[in-house]
């Protein structure tokens, strides 16, 4: 069993930074791999960055590839957004995520957040506004 919890969401103007923390712990909580997901009011899921726990490959989807970076620290068993250059459609509720390396591109976990994700924290917001 994994469990997951988030923090750092908060309100930010366009353009601010915020970082994301996702706290991880359980059985082997470096043998998974990680994601952050957010989902805006009325809409499915999104992956917005995952990252391997095999070769510490990340993915990050188009929108925002060049503003947010995806880090794990092994050690304190944390997976850290940081988000720059923040807009006003990155506001929503922000999950992060795990699943055991099942596939072999880290992609596919921020691809399928309905079918491949197998814990997921609570969620935090980010409100994005002037």
């Known amino acids: 069993q994994l469990q997951l919890m988030e923090s750092g969401g908060g309100l930010v103007q366009p353009g601010g930074s915020l970082r994301l923390s996702c706290s991880v712990s359980g059985a082997s909580p470096n043998y998974f791999a990680v994601g952050w997901f957010r989902q805006f009011p009325g809409k499915e899921r ?71 994700p197998e814990y997921w924290g609570q969620g935090t917001q980010v409100n994005v506004s002037s």
């Open 46 to 116: 999104e992956g917005v960055s995952c990252i391997s726990s095999t070769d510490g490959s990340t993915f990050y989807r188009n929108s925002v590839a060049g503003r947010f970076t995806i880090s794990r620290d092994t050690a304190k068993h944390t997976v850290t957004l940081h988000m720059d250059n923040l807009k006003p459609e990155d506001t929503g509720v922000y999950y992060c995520a795990a699943s055991r390396p099942r596939f072999t591109e880290i992609r596919v976990l921020c691809e399928r957040p309905d079918q491949i």
